[in-house]
């Protein structure tokens, strides 16, 4: 899932020195090998210079102009099922054990082959391990150097883990994300502590604060996504909308405590609104921190259903394109800015 604000406990970088750091990236033959072995990829999207670090997930974004303008999705949450066993009651997808898969047999000969190299990529379903040519399409993304990111659900973990390990072993993903849905699993935290690129995911309104207690002060790192109501969630929030509203409240008391448990703390942009994360947020750390809004340079396509939007809960839909940029073009600045 793309990322709307990230801070980090143990630094920061202000605007200037994002800048020399960006200067220092485009430098001279020795600054540039150095920096290519410490993980760290560059591009440039339309008046926007990325550095975004392949081993830690580090990203870095800066413009000379007064506003950020990008051409193309440097980052894209992709559906590639809609299969899945776990029946979550809350799930916007509405995923089902009857839910279909995409065709991924042939990449090149859809929009697919139109994506940059070092695109994030937040492949999610339905349940990614039960799709029959995962494992293929995570070889071709590598093979074009593209950066894969796989969503899953904590107990999809553990039936898979063995498997979820040899891709990251073998480089197939950068990054893997768990979704809590037990107050604590040990597993789950030794998978986390084990592999660096594991980020927790919960969802605003269903996970308690104290769930998180145990995982905190690990040096593990936190996405906090809004709560959709949207697919079932929208049943689940109509019978337990005081639950829900009470755990939204709880979580945002206890916002300040989870920015110092985990090492990293990220939120979507639901999230942001509402848990009202502005007002916990000073003006240096939000204009160092905000990624900006829904498809400013994000956005979400259902290669299930052949379709694409700026986010996943949109409802304006459209028919996917031949190349990534026409799809970019249709949705990009028709979400608003957070402020």
Not at 4 to 26: A, F, I, N
Not at 31 to 42: C, H, L, P, Y
Not at 187 to 209: S, W
Not at 305 to 313: D, L, P, R
């Amino acid at each position: 899932m793309p990322e709307s604000l990230r801070t980090e406990k143990e630094k920061g970088l202000d605007k200037k020195t994002r800048r020399e750091q960006m200067s220092s990236y485009s430098g001279d033959k020795e600054r540039k090998n150095e920096n290519t072995e410490a993980g760290w990829r560059q591009y440039t999207n339309g008046n926007v210079y990325v550095a975004i670090n392949i081993f830690d997930g580090t990203k870095i974004r800066v413009t000379n102009d007064d506003e950020f303008s990008a051409d193309f999705p440097e980052s894209v949450d992709m559906k590639i099922t809609d299969h899945c066993e776990m029946g979550c009651k809350m799930c916007h997808e509405g995923s089902t054990k009857t839910g279909k898969h995409s065709d991924l047999s042939d990449p090149d000969a859809t929009f697919l082959r139109t994506l940059r190299q070092y695109t994030e990529i937040a492949i999610g379903g339905g349940a990614v391990t039960s799709h029959p040519q995962i494992d293929e399409f995570l070889v071709y993304l590598k093979e074009r150097k593209i950066l894969a990111n796989v969503t899953l659900h904590e107990r999809e973990l553990m039936d898979n883990i063995e498997r979820i390990q040899k891709w990251i072993d073998n480089k197939l993903v950068n990054g893997v994300g768990i979704s809590l849905h037990t107050p604590f699993d040990q597993t789950v935290c030794d998978f986390a502590e084990r592999n660096k690129n594991t980020v927790l995911h919960i969802i605003a309104g269903i996970t308690p604060f104290d769930w998180l207690k145990e995982y905190g002060n690990r040096g593990l790192k936190l996405l906090v996504l809004g709560y959709k109501n949207w697919g079932r969630g929208e049943e689940y929030y109509r019978e337990r909308q005081k639950a829900v509203d009470l755990h939204i409240g709880a979580l945002e008391r206890n916002i300040d405590k989870v920015f110092e448990m985990f090492k990293v703390v990220s939120f979507d942009n639901l999230a942001l609104r509402q848990l009202n994360i502005r007002q916990h947020t000073d003006d240096e750390a939000w204009g160092l921190c905000y990624q900006g809004s829904d498809a400013s340079h994000t956005m979400y396509i259902d290669l299930v259903k052949g379709e694409f939007a700026a986010t996943s809960t949109s409802a304006d839909r459209y028919n996917l394109m031949e190349t990534i940029d026409d799809m970019f073009a249709k949705v990009k600045g028709t979400m608003s800015q957070m402020v």
